[in-house]
T-cell receptor, first 113, second 113 residues
Framework: GNSVTQMEGPVTLSEEAFLTINCTYTATGYPSLFWYVQYPGEGLQLLLKATKADDKGSNKGFEATYRKETTSFHLEKGSVQVSDSAVYFC????????????FGPGTRLSVLP | GAVVSQHPSWVICKSGTSVKIECRSLDFQATTMFWYRQFPKQSLMLMATSNEGSKATYEQGVEKDKFLINHASLTLSTLTVTSAHPEDSSFYICSSGLSYEQFFGPGTRLTVL
């Protein structure tokens, strides 16, 4: 089946620290991969995405590279800010309009000043 | 990107009453919309797929008579929680897919007293 695994949180970092949130997946086909972010009390927002192997998605200083050989899509940021505190969801999609859209369990990030 | 709105953003109701949540695609036509439920500190759980002009498809374990879905137009899907009980209190999020990407509404927080 299709599934997404993320590192367990919560993750607590000091401001300007380096962030890595691991994400691995299993899929029956060739998925597109996504990172979504959810700020407190809000819905999900797309952070970045990659649709094929070796693609790198990037946005707001966050990056993730689609690694087909390791079935991974780890999220990184060189210097986190307090405003990055949120829950981060890794997800995959196999279908054009979102059927079989599978989310990971989410990783809560807290950044301390 | 595409915009999905939800209304209301939060609602408090008494046990036994029904609550309707609207999901609208503001700048694109959505033949399919998805309804998710999110319990505190957990990931999104797909409840059902709403199909314009036909019956919704419910995930296993979701009561279709309790969570009524109507997709009457290409821009509007509604979720009605009938005879709500405190255990139905949750964050309900809708989404619609477009070209390998899902766009999420901001969510509706339902509290049943």
């Amino acid at each position: 089946g299709n599934s997404v695994t993320q590192m367990e949180g919560p993750v607590t970092l000091s401001e300007e620290a380096f962030l890595t949130i691991n994400c691995t997946y299993t899929a029956t086909g060739y998925p597109s991969l996504f990172w979504y972010v959810q700020y407190p009390g809000e819905g999900l927002q797309l952070l970045l995405k990659a649709t094929k192997a070796d693609d790198k998605g990037s946005n707001k200083g966050f990056e993730a590279t689609y690694r087909k050989e390791t079935t991974s899509f780890h999220l990184e940021k060189g210097s986190v800010q307090v405003s990055d505190s949120a829950v981060y969801f890794c997800a995959l999609s196999l279908e054009r309009y979102g059927q079989n859209f599978v989310f990971g369990p989410g990783t809560r990030l807290s950044v301390l000043p | 990107g595409a915009v999905v709105s939800q209304h209301p953003s939060w609602v408090i109701c008494k046990s036994g009453t029904s609550v309707k949540i609207e999901c609208r695609s503001l700048d694109f036509q959505a033949t399919t919309m998805f309804w998710y439920r999110q319990f505190p500190k957990q990931s999104l759980m797909l409840m059902a797929t709403s199909n314009e002009g036909s019956k919704a498809t419910y995930e296993q374990g979701v009561e279709k008579d309790k969570f009524l879905i109507n997709h009457a137009s290409l821009t509007l899907s509604t979720l009605t929680v009938t005879s709500a009980h405190p255990e139905d209190s949750s964050f309900y999020i809708c989404s619609s897919g477009l070209s390998y990407e899902q766009f999420f509404g901001p969510g509706t927080r339902l509290t049943v007293l």
